[in-house]
């Protein structure tokens, strides 16, 4: 053999080595700095403890080999979080706590991201909405609520995180439609947190919260507030067991939320991946099974995969209620 084509031959094999060494290690990806937990609402609220509580089961069992910086970037109907999300294309070390909202604010033009351009990674519960008001609330139950929205819907007003038209100002809209009260004015309030509203309600400032039971509970126990009825297709367990449903007040609403993560855009399969096993783990944990619990969270977990497809499913029901209600652009 000639010096020449040793020398191609040894040149050949080192560049197959290298890149194969480069496969090999992309294959591995994992965490190499602080992974940052991205909650586009205020601390206290429902997606804020989501967050939190993932934060102390991957830091519990050292899941990731890295600490997580759990930050809020409240605002702008999710646009705020979105938009430094969108900062970070490619790097899998920044996750963004996901549910409807920005998908309702996409399909009424409150963000001008292309939402479905940002990575899907998991989706780990749903969570049924209640309708909440202060202990001495004149209103008893879910049919009062009803009553009154029909004599006036702007006699009411609703509190509810973090954004018009989402998932609890649908839901809001869907009760009131039930008795054929104009859903366009529904006397709405925003707050960025849902604690903040139940403190509203509970202090009398607004007349009735739309929030999940797990924000609502703490209040409920201490006799601040009372729970009216709960949009859910059965009872819930737990201590909200014996919270009927609406319809079981005769008011046939069903609505819940989603909850989950995505990532930048343009992650890799491999980093998908990753998470996706990660998730797999966790999602079978004692200490989220018990998360489950104490919450009132339903189990809802969807890989990557599993989680685009029900987000494209999602965006067209959402889009057909809002045109509906009057509410898209």
Not at 174 to 192: C, E, P, Q, S, Y
Request: overall charge positive; aromatic content about 8%; proline content about 5%.
């Amino acid at each position: 053999m000639n010096p020449t084509s040793l020398r191609h031959r040894i040149l050949m094999c080192f560049t197959l080595f290298s890149l194969l060494q480069s496969v090999f290690c992309w294959a591995d990806w994992k965490p190499e700095k602080v992974v940052e937990f991205i909650v586009p609402t205020g601390p206290g609220s429902g997606v804020d403890s989501t967050a939190r509580i993932v934060q102390s089961i991957f830091q519990t069992h050292q899941s990731l080999g890295q600490s997580i910086n759990t930050i809020n970037k409240p605002g702008g109907n999710y646009g705020i979080g979105l938009n430094y999300l969108g900062q970070f294309n490619g790097d899998a070390h920044h996750l963004m706590v996901q549910t409807s909202t920005p998908l309702t604010a996409a399909i009424g033009g409150q963000i001008h991201l292309n939402y479905f351009d940002f990575t899907p990674i998991a989706n780990l519960i749903s969570e049924p909405i209640a309708f909440v008001v202060g202990h001495d609330s004149p209103l008893k139950n879910a049919r009062d609520l009803a009553n009154k929205l029909k004599a006036d819907p702007s006699s009411v007003s609703i509190a509810l995180s973090a954004a018009r038209g989402n998932a609890f100002h649908i839901t809001a809209a869907l009760l009131a439609r039930t008795v054929g009260a104009d859903i366009k004015k529904l006397k709405i309030v925003v707050f960025n947190a849902s604690s903040d509203g139940v403190v509203a309600a509970a202090g009398g400032h607004v007349d009735v919260m739309a929030a999940t039971p797990a924000t609502l509970m703490p209040m409920v126990k201490a006799g601040k507030v009372r729970v009216l009825g709960i949009a859910s297709a059965h009872r819930l367990k737990g201590e909200v067991a014996n919270i009927p449903t609406l319809k079981e007040q005769g008011i046939n609403v069903i609505f819940d939320i989603p909850r989950g993560f995505i990532g930048p855009r343009h992650l890799s399969a491999d980093q998908i991946r990753y998470w996706d096993n990660v998730f797999t783990r966790m999602v079978k944990s004692n200490e989220w099974k018990q998360a489950l619990e104490k919450n009132q969270w339903v189990e809802d977990y969807k890989n990557s995969a599993e989680m685009g497809q029900y987000l494209k499913t999602q965006y067209d029901v959402l889009k057909d209620v809002l045109t509906e209600l009057g509410m898209t652009k």
